[in-house]
Every structure is written in C-alpha cells, then in structure tokens.
C-alpha cells in the first residue's frame, strides 16, 4: 500500500471538509448520479457534497487518508448503526437546507417523483426494511486519482470493518460506477441488486453491496482500491439527498482452506445447478406426460355452483331480483370447410405478445360462405337465467370496423341455417375440422340475419351450467351467400345468445 496515514477525525476543520468537497468534485464531475441529483446543475455537486460532509461529521465518522506532505488523498463518511443521514433537525440545518433551496424545480421534482420514491424501496427490498439505519452505512469513499489501486480504500474501510466484526454488524454501501463493482466484490462486499435509475440528464447505474462480519470470507480483502467514488449519495428519508448505487457483477471469493480458487468454486456450483435444473426439467416433463396419458377430465362432471339455491326459492319465502336478458358471447368461435375436410382452421389468430405473455382478446369470427361453416360454442351462464334464444346482429353496410367485414348479397339479408350438435363437453378447437366435428341433433331453423338489424330465433331451455355448440351454414347453398365479421370487446356482431330470466 501506498504510504498513507488513516485517521478517524471526530470534528472535521473546515480545510478538511474543503479539501473533500474538492475532491469528490474531481472525482465525481463526469458522474451521471451526481449531475442528476444535483438537478443538472455541475455547479451544485460542491455544496451537495458539502451538505453530505457536514451533516455526518455531527452523527458519523470521518476518516481521512493523507501522504508523507499531509495532502488529502482519500476519506470515508460513515453513519453508524441506529443513525441516518439528515434524520436530525441539526443536521439539515447545517448546508441541506440551503443545498435544496438552489436546487432548480426540475431538479426538486425529480428528488420528490422519482429519487425519493425508487431509491429508499429499492435498497429496502434488496437488504431489508431496516437494514440501512441497522448498518454501517457508507456514505462517501473517495480516493484521488493518483493513489488509487495502491490499497487507499481498503486501509480506509479496515477500521469500521475491525468495529463491526467486535458486535457481528454489518457494513453496507451504494456506489453508481460499474469499476466499482469489482472492487467492492474483491473488498469483500456481496453484490445484493442493481437497477438503473432514470434520470432527464441520463440515467445512471445504482449497486447496493453489504458485507455481514458474521460470515466468513470478510475478511479476506484484496489489495485493490476504489478508482472513484463508494457512494456519495443523499438518503432515502428527510432529505432525500443522492441515491446509493448497487452493483451486479458476482462476488468473487477467496481461496477456501482446502485451496480451491474462485473460478474452481464458480464452475462446481454451476455444473451443480445445471444438473438440478435438468433433473428438475425430466421430472416436470414426464409428470405432464404422465398426467396427459392418464387424465380423465374430459370426463369428469361439472359441479353446480349454486348449491342450495333450487331449494332456497322452492320454499317460497324468497322472491328474487328481476333482471333483464344478458349478452352470452360464444366461448369459441371456429371454422370448418366441406372443401378442406381434414383442415383445422386456427383459433384466437389475434393473439398478441405483450410483457406478461400472450394476451388473447375476447374477438370471435363468424364466417359462413357456401364451403365454409362456423361452429359456435356456448357456455350457459348464472341461475336463474335458463331461457335462451340465438341472435344474430350485423352492422349496417358503411359502418367502420376495425376488421374485415363483407356481406354476400345485395339485399343486406344472408339466410343462414343453424342445427345444435351433439355433445356437453367443451370442444376441441386443437383437432375439430369438417370431418370430425359433432353430429347435428336438431335444427333451429333459418335465421335471416340483416345488415344493421338484430335478429332473434325462437327461444328454448337451456340449462345452466350447459354447453351448446351451433354449426351455421349457407341456408341456400347453390345462391350467393357469405357473411363475414368480427365481434370484439367494444362490439358484439355475428352470433351470441341472449339468456332471459326464468326465476320470476
């Protein structure tokens, strides 16, 4: 190490906090962090460095490091267990208050909308929600250019380590360079998150670290020293002054007593993790495929919801609300073609990817033309409302859409056959096409569906808790027939059901 003096100073002279502040200026002048929380003002890094300066030398410790000349070349600023930057009225009062008051209103505004609400929650999620002010919590390590990688850094933090490890304490910090985030690993500091901070003057890097003296390892600390700064950033509470950094890069660990090197220890826990995963990933596999051979839900009966409510009104006592009829989307809504027989036409094609996965809008398609026919399928919803009726609406020819949409016939009216199939299970769009799809069991007759009109079939029981699948065709299959359009969240066009009351 470089020969240097480290002395922990109790009341910083004000030649002392002016040689600091002068040195974080140099050393932080090119620093996004300090531009942003200086509200993109240069000029402004000397007194917020000053506030930080003046208010830990009340609550904090300072230690300098100086050469054989007595020049300063590096110094710390802690808070020690059970304090916090700026939480005392006497602190703010020295320089924060005056610090803030030139702070431009943008730069105001961003420590109110966004330092003071990412930062203290970040750290806090990172090392816990006391773990800050349970801390040593550095706030500055500068060292000047010139004696840095000598060894500066580590002489600095050795007596804070020497407290900590005496009442098994932990040390933390932020730092906003990514070279210091080797440097604190090889000083002994685990890496506990990172994020970027946004910022209008550039966002810059935010590394927390802590080092726990109750672990082992802490004490191996490497000759390697801080280029910049540790953190110089202002707290998270009172006033919220510089964000603290956090760095991503792995800790790197010390030969163990057996004598295995870092890059030895990395490569064990790596073939180790990969082959728990690649257990893992056989055993899920062959648990679905198991389940997939073996399941019998397509079997399986669906239990009624509404326990006890046959003999809730059976008794007479209870007279229940009266409603109006409700709109029953189809559940799916699918094509098959006479032409095709063994094609299975895709299903939810306006599928989309978004940050949380593939989002399916609630869109349904209905399309008949002679060749092709749509299946619909419905689930009967709620108690009560057993009365059901087939509609068709279609809107009026120069009505805007956001999807295709065309009628075959000159008149506005498509004649269209609808026949309910067989079956009371949910359908499989995955394999339905013309040749598989279900057998019709009875007609519902021809529904002429208008352009801009409703129109409703005849109505019929219906089940709660039921499916009912339609297959609507071409009514005059040798005529020019087809109808093609979609319904969607904002529009329900094509076929649904209306449900009427039957609980009166």
Known sequence: MAEVIIQHIEHPSEAQINASVALFVDLMKDDNAALSLSGGDLSL???????????G?????YYSATNEEGELVGFTMWMPPGQELFSTEEQRNLAAKIFMAQLSDGGKEYYKTTYTAEFPSFVATKLGSTAKVDSWWLHMAMVRRDYQRKGVARALISPILTKAREKGETLALCTTSDRNVPIYVALGFTLKGSKIMPSPWGEWPLYV???????????????????EESTALLPGSGYEKQSERDPTTSRSLPLTRYGLSPTCLAICAFMLFIAVDIAAYVYVARTIADFSITSTTDVMEFRDPYIGLDELYSLGKVKPSQYQHFINAPRLSVQISRSEPEKVFPDDVHRWPSDFGQLSPP??????????????????????????????????????????YSVEDANGIVRLNVCQLEGSRPLDVRTLSWTNRPRCVQSMGIVEARMGEEVEAEPFD?????????????????????????????????VFINQYQTLL
């Open 45 to 55: 890094v000397d007194p917020m460095a000053r506030a930080i300066l003046l208010a």
């Open 57 to 61: 030398a009340i609550d904090g410790e």
């Open 209 to 227: 670290f802590a080092l726990d003296t109750r672990l082992p390892d802490y004490s191996t600390m490497q000759n390697s020293d801080i280029e």
């Open 363 to 404: 869109d349904r398609h209905l399309l008949v033309t002679p060749s092709v026919h749509t299946i619909a399928q419905f689930s009967v919803l709620d108690y009560g409302m057993e009365k059901c009726a087939l509609a068709m609406r279609l809107p009026a020819r120069d009505e805007v859409l956001l999807q295709k």
């Open 462 to 494: 219906c089940r709660s808790g039921s499916f009912l699948a339609f297959e609507i065709s071409c009514a005059d299959e040798n005529n020019a027939c087809g109808v093609d359009v979609w319904s969607n969240h904002n529009d329900t066009w094509g």
